[in-house]
């Protein structure tokens, strides 16, 4: 009798495990698994958090020879704008990513399906040293490896059973699958399945709200890291890694619109930004490939936009539209007559290019001077920087030869 009694406990604990995980797969709360017609939720959870969960497997399934990358500021840039260009399209941006992580995805993708096309967003905050390290908690594991060592694919299969595990059978996927199948933990934000994503669950939040979280948050950045170096060499590595396996690279530096600029000045990093961009532009002309950089911030609609403007092109001054994205992204692919055509960038462009954004900074400054006080306002007034009206010296603007 007490074996009949274990061998009954151990058939109904193995059937109430095999439910759960049952359950879990149909509901799939994170996005991991193939969808089951009928049967899979067509819904998630808020995968603002689970992204760099999600997106791994997204690319699996996808297999996209064409790939854009970047943190949110990139989450607007919708795959459908290339269709000028042959091939399967994905959106992997993911919230905060680092060029680490950026190197990472690309190689994943390579590993999975051959690429020929690379688009990366990029921003200043990428750059910072140390950036990789601090930013987010990186599982560097999930990622498959081109030419994997033994010990790469031992370690890519376990963390593969740890995420198979923490959306089957952990306690946060029993019960996110239990509310979403309840219909109570739907995520407010829209994810698309080409990678597209909302930055946020509220779009009742007033513009100028918007605008002061990003202008606190920029200005804070900007003033903790003013004395961080920048480098480039994480980006070099990727280049290294894509001329190596014939994927063209285009680079998009993400645009500011004028008041984020703005908070640049006040926390004394104006110069700083712009040197970047120059470095940036030389250290990528200068590998004689065929990979692009291109600019926007030479743009008046962009820069000059203003808080309240219906139809606008910017969120909150540092993410656009996902029609603002759309129109970029189109004139990336092909000729288009966008007024939102980026601009190339190269050794002979990039000291007019500069030129004109300084230009649009202090037309904005000049133009909204009500705008400029409340930036003044939203910002501590103990913790402006003494300079932060000194005008950007020269030799940053054009070159001296």
Not at 60 to 82: D, F, M, Y
Not at 264 to 288: C, F, H, N, P
Request: glycine content about 4%; aromatic content about 8%; charged content about 25%.
């Amino acid at each position: 009798m007490p074996q009949s009694y274990s061998a009954i406990s151990f058939a109904t604990l193995f059937l109430a495990s095999a439910c759960i995980v049952l359950f879990c797969f149909i509901v799939d709360p994170y996005k991991l698994f193939p969808t089951i017609p009928g049967l899979s939720q067509q819904t998630s959870v808020d995968l603002f958090y689970k992204l760099r969960l999600h997106k791994p497997y997204a690319i699996e399934e996808v297999k996209p020879s064409i790939l854009i990358l970047g943190s949110s500021r990139a989450a607007a840039l919708p795959p459908r704008a290339l269709q000028s260009i042959d091939g399967v399209a994905y959106n992997a941006s993911l919230a905060g990513a680092t060029l680490k992580e950026v190197r990472q995805m690309a190689e994943h993708a390579q590993a999975i399906s051959p690429l020929k096309l690379i688009v990366i967003g990029v921003d200043y905050g990428m750059f910072r040293e140390g950036a990789s390290e601090t930013m987010v908690l990186n599982e560097p594991d999930r990622y498959r490896s081109v030419a994997p060592s033994l010990r790469q694919h031992l370690q890519h299969r376990s963390q593969r059973i740890g995420d198979h595990w923490r959306s089957l059978f952990s306690l946060d996927a029993i019960m996110d699958s239990l509310r979403l199948s309840l219909g109570t933990g739907r995520s407010q934000r829209e994810y698309r399945e080409d990678g597209t994503w909302d930055l946020s669950q509220n779009t009742l939040v007033p513009a100028y709200q918007r605008y002061a979280t990003l202008t606190r948050l920029m200005y804070n950045a900007e003033i903790a890291h003013k004395s961080d170096r920048l480098v480039l060499d994480e980006l070099l590595d990727l280049l290294d890694f894509t001329d190596a396996h014939g994927i063209k690279v285009i680079v998009l530096i993400s645009p500011l619109q004028g008041l984020l600029m703005h908070s640049l000045e006040l926390a004394g990093t104006w110069d700083q930004y712009l040197l970047w961009q120059r470095d940036l532009v030389e250290s990528i002309t200068a590998r004689k490939t065929d990979s692009e950089i291109y600019g926007l911030e030479d743009n008046p609609l962009l820069v000059l936009e203003a808080i309240e403007t219906p139809q606008r092109l910017f969120r909150d001054g540092v993410h656009y539209t996902l029609r603002a994205g759309t129109e970029i992204l189109t004139c990336l692919s092909g000729p288009c007559n966008s007024s939102l055509q980026p601009t190339r960038l190269d050794r002979d462009s990039i000291d007019d290019y500069l030129e004109k954004v300084d230009a649009l900074r202090l037309q904005y400054k000049q133009e909204n001077p009500q705008d400029i006080a409340e930036a003044h306002r939203w910002l501590s007034p103990d913790t402006k920087n003494e300079d932060s009206h000194r005008t950007p010296t020269p030799h940053l603007l054009r070159k001296i030869h």
